[in-house]
């Protein structure tokens, strides 16, 4: 058997991958509002900052940076999954209960990364915003919704035709 060992740096920085358990479902996408408030509902208990997101149909990336003397993420995406799984129920989903009482909605893990350094942050956020061109959703990064790509446009830090040339080579883009 092979145990997983997550990294607890308190205050640290945080690359997660998090997957539908059913990876032909859209719901991350057909029911972004509730996905929002799983997450604006998560934040007010347990305060983060989320630094970068891209939401796909089954999956999403993010970037988080907790508070300085805390290392609970996992408590985090305990809360959102929790509260995004009960309201796509009420809204009608068609999910059901294992036989522990958990939904089938999301993957029963995640996969984290602890970001070391700003090269590292940057590859990584890089990465989320491409990441709806990587998998065929939109040919321009700028026509995906799901991102906070269009933050740092309205920020300044990227331009809205950030990683259109079509000879970028993904290698760039994080992972």
Known sequence: MVFYRRNFLPGGTYFFTVGLADRKRDWLVRHIDLLRL??????RQRPFAIDAIVVLPEHLHCVWTLPP??????????LIKARFSKDLLLAGAPIHQN?????????????????????DLLAHVDYI???????????????????????????????????????????????
């Open 129 to 175: 915003h491409y990441n709806p061109v990587k998998h065929g959703l939109v040919t321009r990064v700028s026509d995906w919704s799901y991102t906070s790509f269009h933050r740092f446009v309205r920020m300044g830090w990227l331009s809205a035709d950030w990683a259109d040339d079509p000879n970028l080579s993904e290698g760039t883009t994080g992972e």
């Open 38 to 43: 799983a997450f604006r509902r998560a934040r």
């Open 69 to 78: 003397g805390d290392a609970d993420y996992s408590h985090r995406w305990r």
């Open 99 to 119: 036989a522990k009482g958990e939904y089938n909605v999301w993957q029963r893990r995640f996969w984290e990364h602890t970001v070391r350094d700003e090269a």
